[in-house]
């Protein structure tokens, strides 16, 4: 490798030569923007930056781009591995503005997203003494014909029976914001939004007795000003 320093005016270093640069640095001047390069080739080449006690603070894979924090081996794109709490922090200090978490899908293309398809997926896992097996998720996914202007979506809430490793649907709100438990909603009843309990299901409400703790399951019926319960005529 050879280390090359430019003119005063461009007041450029790099290492190996400017025209294939393993590291280049340039303060830049006034018509021409500074930069940082590293392995612009793109050669399989490990980038590593360490910290007080910790190996690889930040670790970039050479052979994919995939970057780690906390560890060598990153096996995503991202991958933030740690002993002790591995905590994310957005924080924004503003009158108007808001922290926000944005997951954008489109087919190749890119084309138009399909009915079922996954848009974002939040599972958990956890370890079982050999393996790490998902407990649960989240999806969000279409949920109808997608096209310009419209895009229909559902949430759809996922857990692991005790005693397996395969996680199955167990509540879903679909985008006409009808709502299934261990079901598929209803999505029939035109004007009406619905609640389906699969299996063997039971609406239980387990309060002390005293005066306002009820339950009041209505059919045809509307709360009158004067504070009662009349049915619809």
């Given at each position: 490798?050879?280390?090359?320093?430019?003119?005063?005016?461009?007041?450029?270093?790099?290492i190996?030569?400017?025209?294939?640069?393993?590291?280049?640095?340039?303060?830049?001047?006034?018509?021409?923007?500074?930069?940082?390069?590293?392995?612009?080739?793109?050669?399989?080449?490990?980038?590593?930056?360490?910290a007080?006690?910790?190996?690889?603070?930040?670790?970039?894979?050479?052979?994919?781009?995939?970057?780690?924090?906390?560890?060598?081996?990153?096996?995503?794109?991202?991958?933030?591995?740690?002993?002790?709490?591995?905590?994310?922090?957005?924080?924004?200090?503003?009158d108007?503005?808001?922290?926000?978490?944005?997951?954008?899908?489109?087919?190749?293309g890119?084309?138009?997203?399909?009915?079922?398809?996954?848009?974002v997926?939040?599972?958990?896992?956890?370890?079982?003494?050999?393996?790490y097996?998902?407990?649960?998720?989240?999806?969000?996914?279409?949920?109808?014909?997608?096209?310009?202007?419209?895009?229909?979506?559902?949430?759809?809430?996922?857990?692991?029976?005790?005693?397996?490793?395969?996680s199955?649907?167990?509540m879903?709100?679909?985008?006409?914001?009808?709502?299934?438990?261990?079901?598929?909603?209803?999505?029939?009843?035109?004007?009406?939004?619905?609640?389906r309990?699969g299996?063997?299901?039971?609406?239980?409400?387990?309060?002390?007795?005293?005066?306002g703790?009820?339950?009041?399951?209505?059919?045809?019926?509307?709360?009158?000003?004067?504070?009662?319960?009349?049915?619809?005529?």
């Amino acid at each position: 490798n050879k280390l090359y320093f430019r003119d005063e005016t461009n007041k450029d270093i790099y290492i190996n030569s400017p025209a294939a640069e393993t590291l280049g640095l340039s303060a830049g001047n006034a018509t021409t923007a500074g930069f940082v390069t590293i392995n612009e080739e793109g050669f399989d080449t490990d980038f590593r930056v360490e910290a007080s006690g910790v190996a690889n603070a930040l670790f970039v894979q050479g052979s994919d781009g995939a970057v780690g924090i906390g560890t060598d081996a990153p096996a995503e794109k991202l991958h933030i591995y740690g002993t002790s709490n591995v905590d994310l922090r957005m924080q924004i200090v503003a009158d108007a503005d808001v922290n926000r978490l944005q997951f954008y899908r489109a087919k190749a293309g890119p084309a138009v997203v399909t009915d079922n398809q996954d848009i974002v997926a939040i599972q958990g896992y956890g370890y079982d003494g050999s393996a790490y097996q998902e407990a649960a998720s989240i999806l969000m996914e279409v949920d109808g014909t997608a096209a310009s202007g419209d895009m229909p979506g559902r949430i759809a809430f996922y857990t692991t029976a005790d005693g397996g490793t395969t996680s199955s649907e167990a509540m879903r709100i679909d985008s006409a914001q009808n709502v299934g438990i261990n079901q598929v909603p209803f999505d029939t009843y035109a004007g009406y939004t619905t609640l389906r309990v699969g299996g063997s299901g039971m609406l239980m409400v387990d309060t002390a007795a005293a005066a306002g703790d009820v339950t009041i399951l209505g059919h045809n019926t509307h709360f009158d000003t004067d504070g009662s319960w009349e049915y619809v005529s």
